[in-house]
């Protein structure tokens, strides 16, 4: 899965895998965290939101499986 570095005070990269629909992101903090049945929609606004941080905490965070992974 390519990732992408993001500017953020919370994200550090972002990957996506469109064939399993995994929208991986790695924090600022360091862990590492795969979130499952992401819509390829849902990445494509999280990469274009003026604030990934806000737009993970209300579209990501509490509405998809996850599993930590790093």
Request: aromatic share 12%.
């Amino acid at each position: 899965m390519d990732k992408t570095t993001v500017q953020s005070s919370n994200l550090a990269s972002v990957g996506y895998d469109s064939s399993v629909q995994t929208l991986e992101i790695q924090f600022n903090h360091g862990g590492i965290y795969q979130y499952h049945g992401v819509p390829e929609g849902i990445y494509i606004d999280l990469m274009n939101a003026s604030s990934k941080g806000t737009f993970f905490a209300e579209r990501i965070r509490n509405v998809f499986s996850f599993t930590k992974v790093g």
